[in-house]
């Protein structure tokens, strides 16, 4: 779906200080956070709290939920061993709940 569509009558200057302040903007960190497979939102949404999220997905790609992590920007230096982790544990429940739809199905 269209972010113009989804955010056309949203004011985006509601969120922290470091939020997207218009449909472009906001555009291009969606694409970023899709390439890199996860989003980084560092006071986006809060000041002082960076906000870290995985999707889970099926084999096919669609995303069947998320997992995430807030945490304070100062420790957001470590991110990466966060991310590292959220990945892995997204992962994990990704194959725990294809395994159990595999077996409802039968």
Same mark, same amino acid.
């Given at each position: 779906?269209?972010?113009?569509?989804?955010?056309?009558?949203?004011?985006?200057?509601?969120?922290?200080?470091?939020?997207?302040?218009?449909?472009?903007?906001? #555009? =291009?960190?969606? *694409?970023?956070?899709?390439?890199?497979?996860?989003?980084? $939102?560092? /006071?986006?949404? &809060?000041?002082?709290?960076?906000?870290?999220?995985?999707?889970?997905?099926?084999?096919?790609?669609?995303?069947?939920?998320?997992?995430?992590?807030?945490?304070?920007?100062?420790? #957001? =230096?470590?991110? *990466?061993?966060?991310?590292?982790?959220?990945?892995?544990? $997204?992962? /994990?429940?990704? &194959?725990?709940?294809?395994?159990?739809?595999?077996?409802?199905?039968?």
């Amino acid at each position: 779906m269209e972010l113009g569509t989804l955010f056309g009558a949203v004011a985006l200057s509601n969120g922290g200080p470091r939020a997207a302040h218009d449909l472009q903007e906001l #555009s =291009e960190r969606t *694409q970023m956070d899709r390439e890199r497979g996860f989003v980084l $939102a560092v /006071e986006e949404f &809060e000041h002082g709290t960076t906000e870290i999220s995985a999707p889970i997905a099926a084999p096919g790609g669609s995303i069947l939920a998320s997992v995430s992590v807030a945490l304070a920007s100062t420790a #957001s =230096e470590d991110h *990466q061993r966060v991310v590292r982790l959220l990945l892995s544990m $997204a992962s /994990e429940l990704a &194959e725990q709940l294809c395994e159990q739809v595999e077996d409802d199905e039968k």
